[in-house]
C-alpha cells in the first residue's frame, strides 16, 4: 500500500468535518509527513472555529475555497484516504470528484453499511471513533515511530469528541489501550478538554441559553425532546460553524428524554442530529425518514422541506416509535 511508488497522498474528510474527522485526518497526515511523504488534507468544507487549534490545521485546503488547487492536488496523487465518512456522496461536492480518482483509495471508518468504492477498507462500526482505527492502521504499517505529540493530540482530539469526553461508545477497553498510548506520547488531556469544551465565543453561550429556554420541547409521553433553530435565529447570535456542537446532547440530560434531535435551518435544506440512550437506533430513524444515517446511538439526517415541515414531520412520527421508546425507557429505568 504504502510502496516506493507512493510519495503524493490525499486525505479526505467529511463535508462539515467533526472533531473525529479533523482529528483523524490531522493524525494520519502527519504521521505521513513525519514518515517521509507528501501528504495533503483536502476537506469537503471548512471545520469548526473551536477546533483550529488542532496541529496542521493551517495546511489543510478547503475545496469550497480552492476548488481548482484541491483538484489539481487531487488528481496527481498517488494514493486517496477517505476518513471518517464511507460513501462519496457524504463528501459534498468532492464526491464526483472521488468517483474518478484512478489511483488506489483506502477507506478508515466505523460507520455501518459502507459503500463499495474503495479498493482497501478499515471498517469497524464497533470502534469508538475513525481516530482509534487510525491509530490502529499505523500501528498495523510498523509507522508507530513517526506517531509524535502533533499525531497523538490531534487522534486523541477524535476519540474525544466522538465520545462526548468518553461517556458515550466509550466501553471498550482496546479504546482505552490506545487513549493510553497516545497519553505516553505527552498527550495533556486535561488541556485539550479545555480547548475542546471550553472554548467558544460568548455569542454560542447566548445561542444555547435562547435555545434551551426558548426552543426546545420536550415530549414526556414518548421520552423526546428536539431544538430547532432556524436562519434568522443562528444569525442573530452571529452563528459560525461549530457554535451548535453538542446542543443535541442537553435535552438527553432531563429525566425520562432517551431520544433526541436538533433541526438546523440552512439555504437549501434543513440538517438535523439525533441522539439517544440505550437500544433506541436513532440511525434506523434517520435512514427511514430524513435521508440519514450513523451511530445507533448517533446519526444525521436532512430533510428538503421548510424547517416548520420538518418539524411537523418529526413531531407525527414520535406515535409511530412510542411503543419502542416507552420500552427502551423502562429498560434504562430512568
Given at each position: ?6 510519495r503524493d497522498?490525499?486525505i ?20 505521513l ?7 495533503t488534507v483536502?476537506s469537503?468544507?471548512d ?5 483550529k ?8 485546503k478547503?475545496y469550497?475555497h ?12 498517488d494514493l486517496?484516504?477517505l ?9 459534498g461536492k468532492?464526491g464526483?470528484?472521488?468517483?474518478k480518482v484512478?489511483?488506489p ?7 455501518p453499511?459502507p459503500?463499495?468504492?474503495?479498493e482497501?477498507m ?9 481516530a482509534e482505527?487510525?491509530y490502529?492502521?499505523?500501528?498495523s ?13 490531534a ?11 468518553f461517556?458515550?461508545?466509550?466501553s471498550s477497553?482496546?479504546?482505552?489501550e490506545?487513549?493510553s498510548r ?8 486535561d488541556?485539550?478538554?479545555?480547548l475542546?469544551?471550553?472554548n ?5 453561550m ?8 426558548q426552543?426546545?420541547?420536550v415530549f414526556p409521553e414518548?421520552?423526546?425532546?428536539y ?6 435565529e443562528?444569525e ?6 461549530g ?5 443535541v446532547?442537553y ?7 432517551i431520544?433526541t434531535?436538533?433541526?438546523t ?5 434543513v440538517?438535523i ?6 437500544g433506541?437506533?436513532?440511525?434506523e430513524f ?12 448517533a446519526?444525521g439526517?436532512?430533510s428538503?422541506l421548510?424547517l ?5 414531520k418529526?413531531?407525527e ?5 412510542s ?9 434504562l429505568?430512568?
Open positions: 500500500m504504502l510502496s516506493e511508488n507512493v497522498i490525499v479526505i474528510p467529511h463535508v462539515n468535518p467533526d472533531g473525529d474527522a479533523v482529528g483523524s485526518s490531522l493524525g494520519l497526515w502527519r504521521v509527513k513525519n514518515a517521509g511523504y507528501a501528504p483536502i469537503p468544507t471545520y469548526p472555529a473551536f477546533l487549534w488542532v496541529s496542521g490545521t493551517g495546511d489543510v478547503v469550497e480552492e476548488p481548482d488547487v484541491s483538484q489539481q492536488i487531487l488528481e496527481k496523487a486517496v484516504f476518513l471518517d465518512f464511507n460513501a462519496p456522496d457524504r463528501a468532492l464526483p470528484l472521488i468517483e484512478t489511483s483509495i483506502v477507506l478508515i471508518d466505523h460507520h453499511a459503500a463499495d468504492v474503495t482497501l478499515f471498517s469497524h462500526t464497533e470502534a469508538s471513533s475513525t482505527l487510525v490502529r492502521f499505523v500501528e504499517l510498523d509507522l508507530c515511530e513517526y506517531l509524535d505529540k502533533d499525531a497523538a493530540e487522534l486523541f482530539t477524535g476519540l474525544s469528541t466522538d465520545t462526548g469526553s461517556s458515550y461508545n466509550a477497553p482496546d479504546m482505552y490506545v487513549v497516545l497519553l505516553e506520547k505527552g498527550v495533556d488531556k488541556r485539550i478538554h479545555d475542546i469544551y471550553n467558544f465565543s460568548a455569542d454560542r447566548r445561542l444555547l441559553g435562547y435555545s434551551l429556554d426552543k426546545m420541547k414518548y421520552h423526546a425532546a431544538i430547532s433553530l432556524s436562519m434568522e443562528l442573530r447570535y452571529n452563528f459560525v460553524p457554535d451548535t456542537e453538542g446542543f446532547n435535552p438527553l440530560s432531563i429525566k425520562g428524554v431520544f434531535a436538533l433541526f435551518e440552512k439555504e437549501d435544506l440538517k442530529s439525533f441522539r439517544s440512550k440505550g433506541f437506533p436513532t440511525n434517520s435512514n427511514l425518514h430524513f435521508n440519514g444515517g450513523g451511530h445507533m446511538n446519526s439526517g436532512e428538503k421548510s416548520a415541515e420538518t418539524i411537523q418529526f413531531e412520527l414520535l406515535p409511530e416509535f411503543a419502542k421508546l416507552k420500552d427502551e425507557h423502562r429498560k429505568g430512568n
